[in-house]
């Protein structure tokens, strides 16, 4: 579809006609010539003289070069743009991070795998992760590891493929042996400050009590609550064990319930398996649509054409004048000197 950026320039279509009527014509002065027989000349040409000057006058051929070229300048000047069909485009309006434990206690081997092998928990965390991440398409998702102190290992991003990839790089440890589960909140409510959408959630991950962090995960998730983040709690592990590896869950509960976030508990890889089909289910996937019609400018079509037309008429008057030269006078008789 054709449309113009500056429409209103076609007002100008009229400003020759108003400058010729408005403005006197441009005058030239020429030297005259006075001779003694002026009287036989006005009777040989039978012109009659008269004072004052003489306008020219343009013939119509002319005057319709002139005011098309006028017209296809104005029209360039109007910026004509082609509108291109719309392209639709999905922008997705959730950020989920991930936030998972890497504590030693992840290396614990009491998970079954889809084909009944003996795993440790990080494995079956990688297995039911990576199949959430599938079904994630239109979200963007970023993803935090933590151990002794908490490390960003993808920022927010669409390309899920790299986020499940850099999941499956992840080994036990290599964020330190301890957990630090409030300090890994309060990275990821860091992370959300650049986030633009409307829906923020945090998914937790560990296995463990909170050993190693500055900001206690509650007070975490008091800020969490004041900025719109949602988190869900998913504990793994035997509630029943004790020491540094012992599970709290009253603490993930309380961080749960302070963000209106859900708390789950994982003991093997089945429940692993119901809880993120519960969370796929409660965090649905929003994107909006978003249509853009591309514009592409095409004022070089009328200065193209008004200098194509231009050249065209300036040929065809020098091919005229030529032949009125070359042409023979008729009162003049052939071969006469």
């Avoid at 098309?68 to 743009?81: H, S």
């Avoid at 795993?119 to 935090?144: I, Q």
């Avoid at 945090?202 to 004041?226: F, H, R, Y």
């Avoid at 089945?270 to 809880?275: D, T, W």
Wanted: proline content about 7%; overall charge neutral; hydrophobic content about 50%.
């Amino acid at each position: 579809m054709l449309t113009f950026a500056y429409p209103w320039l076609a007002l100008l279509i009229l400003l020759p006609f108003l400058v010729r009527w408005l403005l006197p014509a441009h005058s030239t002065a020429r030297a005259g010539l006075r001779v003694p027989f002026f009287a036989r000349l006005v009777a040989l040409t039978g012109q009659q003289p008269h004072r004052g000057g003489v306008v020219a006058t343009r013939s119509l051929p002319r005057l319709v070069v002139l005011a098309l070229c006028w017209g296809l300048v104005l029209a360039a000047m109007m910026r004509p743009q082609w509108i291109e069909p719309p392209l639709h485009r999905d922008e997705p309006t959730r950020d989920l991070l991930l936030l998972v434990d890497l504590s030693g206690s992840m290396d614990t081997r009491d998970f079954v795998d889809a084909e009944g092998r003996t795993v440790d928990r990080l494995t079956a965390v990688k297995g039911v992760l990576d199949e959430f991440l599938a079904r994630r398409k239109g979200d963007r998702v970023g993803l935090v590891v933590f151990g002794d102190a908490p490390f960003a290992l993808v920022p927010f991003t669409t390309d899920l493929d790299l986020c499940r990839a850099m999941l499956r790089d992840t080994v036990v440890g290599m964020a330190g042996p301890r957990t630090a589960l409030g300090d890994a909140i309060g990275l990821g409510i860091g992370l959300f400050d650049r986030s633009t959408v409307k829906t923020k959630t945090i998914i937790a991950l560990t296995d463990g009590n909170d050993t190693a962090s500055q900001v206690p995960p509650s007070e975490a998730a008091g800020v969490a609550k004041d900025k719109g983040i949602v988190i869900h709690t998913v504990a793994m592990g035997d509630p029943t064990t004790v020491g540094e590896d012992k599970l709290d869950e009253a603490a993930l509960r309380d961080v749960a319930l302070a963000t209106a976030g859900g708390y789950f508990r994982a003991l093997d890889r089945a429940g692993l398996e119901q809880i993120y089909a519960r969370l796929d289910a409660i965090e649905t996937r929003r994107i909006d649509t978003v249509t853009v019609r591309p514009k592409r400018d095409i004022f070089w079509v009328p200065l193209a054409a008004a200098l194509v037309f231009s050249l065209l008429a300036q040929a065809l008057r020098l091919l005229w004048s030529w032949r009125s030269q070359v042409r023979p006078d008729p009162h003049v008789p052939e071969g006469a000197p």
